[in-house]
């Protein structure tokens, strides 16, 4: 039987492969640059979570996935809707052995896929809202092979499009920074569930807004990896980080399940721009854009002005220690000048050493004082030692 060709645009490789290009989702291997242009301030070094923090995020996950399985057929009287599967093509590959210690040998699945549902969709649908919000996925099979040029693309089974199958490299995996390497299996890993489980406008919705929407929930997971940042280049619709930050962007300034009513209209219509844009937001699309970039920017000037205020401060605390060092070297010249004055007076005659035996306290007179209070002043008394 001939394989459907994909509605979707074909991913793009960053090497060239034999292997016929995969269907409708592919992430490919990210590009890292090392380099940083001049005029960019020095940044604070992006955290990377250690492996105690991703094992103690990963027990909330667990307890999530149960909630959202137990509400889920509390309110729907029926088993979890979908199974998950796990296949290694070369149990040779380091690689596989990698991402199985990551994934606690497949069991991760399904509490990832409660999670990536959770922000997708409503638990708990108002009246009037089709009950039925969910694409009707039935099974989802990880598959750990040799992929060369991707780290993983996602696709449903030619006889079923409701089985999906998640392809995960293990050669890009095992060439991970042994540090980053649980992080980014975690990351790859709900991006993919979430095109299993995501509206994509019966296939008209462009690639840059699916793609964007996986790596926004990969955002709200707290599994991005370090080298992600926020950019104002592009367009809207670049897909991945540049998407997921916008899309992070509009959940922060129309509120809390703004990305949900995104994927909801998905389902309801086949996407056309200005209609799908002004029917969510009354403006384009493009407005929205320019205001996030304008928002950037403004992050950008702002983030300088702390730097320069940072290094204007660095420099009036130098300033206040090389005031006051002088100040002591001062003090210390004071207090050497007197001592040298002291030693020429020794030299003259007078005995101000208090250990001396000859310098013994008189008694004295003031002419200024009219009752005759007696007071005491130091007299040098001449040696009797012989000279």
């Avoid at 979707?8 to 492969?17: A, F, K």
């Avoid at 926020?230 to 980080?241: I, L, P, S």
């Avoid at 001062?330 to 250990?355: A, H, M, P, V």
């Avoid at 004295?364 to 007299?379: A, H, L, M, P, Y």
């Amino acid at each position: 039987m001939a394989a459907k060709q994909s509605t979707l645009p074909r991913p793009v490789m960053l090497e060239q492969s034999p292997a016929p290009a995969p269907l409708p989702s592919a992430i490919p291997k990210p590009v890292i640059k090392d380099s940083k242009p001049e005029s960019e301030p020095t940044k604070q070094a992006p955290h990377i979570p250690t492996s105690e923090e991703i094992t103690n995020r990963l027990a909330q996950v667990k307890l999530d996935a149960q909630d959202y399985w137990f509400h889920k057929s509390s309110h729907s009287h029926q088993s979890p809707p979908c199974q998950f599967h796990l296949r290694v093509l070369d149990v040779r590959n380091p690689g596989a052995h990698a991402i199985l210690r990551c994934i606690d040998h497949g069991l991760l699945i399904g509490d990832y896929a409660a999670l990536v549902l959770r922000l997708l969709y409503d638990l708990n649908p108002s009246q009037g809202h089709d009950q039925d919000q969910q694409p009707g996925t039935r099974s989802v099979t990880l598959i750990i092979r040799y992929l060369p040029g991707l780290a993983a693309f996602t696709r449903g089974r030619t006889i079923d499009n409701d089985h999906k199958e998640i392809h995960l490299s293990a050669d890009y995996i095992i060439s991970c920074d042994p540090e980053l390497r649980m992080l980014e299996v975690h990351g790859v890993l709900v991006h993919e569930l979430v095109h299993c489980f995501q509206w994509d406008a019966r296939g008209t919705a462009p690639s840059g807004l699916t793609e964007g929407i996986a790596d926004w929930v990969r955002l709200e997971c707290g599994l991005n990896p370090p080298h992600w940042k926020r950019r104002a280049d592009g367009d809207w619709d670049v897909g991945y980080e540049g998407t997921g930050y916008f899309l992070e962007y509009l959940e922060e300034r129309f509120g809390c399940g703004t990305v949900r009513r995104i994927n909801q209209r998905l389902k309801c219509e086949r996407y056309e721009e200005r209609k799908f844009w002004n029917g969510l937001f009354g403006c384009s699309v493009w407005i929205l854009w320019e205001d996030y970039r304008a928002s950037l920017r403004e992050e950008e000037e702002s983030g300088k002005d702390q730097e320069g205020k940072r290094q204007r401060g660095e420099t009036r605390k130098d300033q206040e220690v090389v005031e006051k060092e002088n100040e002591k070297d001062e003090k210390e010249n004071d207090i050497s000048t007197k001592s040298e004055d002291t030693k020429g007076n020794q030299g003259s005659g007078l005995k101000f050493d208090d250990r001396n035996e000859n310098i013994k306290p008189t008694p004295t007179i003031s002419k200024e004082d009219e009752e005759g209070t007696e007071r005491w002043s130091w007299v040098p008394v001449p040696s009797s030692r012989p000279m």
